[in-house]
């Protein structure tokens, strides 16, 4: 039985600073397929417990990000996808889509609407 080799995925360099507000303003200037990864690592593991390797501010702050991020995505404003980097590694990556056209809906009161 052949098994497949493991390649890496290539992912952009994480924006050390990305928070919640990081990231919604990130989402409110960003041009259609561009691309933002706001965590490496494993969110479920990270985000979570005493298993993970973060602070709990950091934790905090990581899933109030990993929350606006899913909030965009139930608004149509990004895909949310996943690329593994390697074992147990994964970059989480938003990628922007075209901004909807309804009326009177800032995108600003779209994401606090939806929090």
């Known amino acids: 039985m052949m098994m497949a080799s493991f390649r890496p995925a290539h992912v952009a360099p ?4 990305t ?5 919604c303003a ?6 259609p397929g561009e691309t933002l990864v706001y965590h490496r690592g494993f969110l479920a593991v990270d985000t979570f417990g ?16 990993a929350d606006a991020a899913l909030r965009a995505a139930e608004q149509d404003l990004v895909h949310l996808v996943q690329a593994r980097i390697g074992p147990d590694q994964f970059a989480y990556i938003a990628v922007a889509r075209r901004k909807p056209h309804k009326a009177g809906a800032s995108l600003s009161m779209r994401l606090l609407e939806a929090a």
């Open 14 to 17: 994480i924006h050390a600073s």
């Open 19 to 23: 928070d919640e507000i990081a990231f």
């Open 26 to 31: 990130w989402v409110a200037q960003a041009a």
């Open 50 to 65: 005493s298993a993970s390797p973060l602070s709990p501010e950091r934790r905090s702050t990581l899933r109030r990000t």
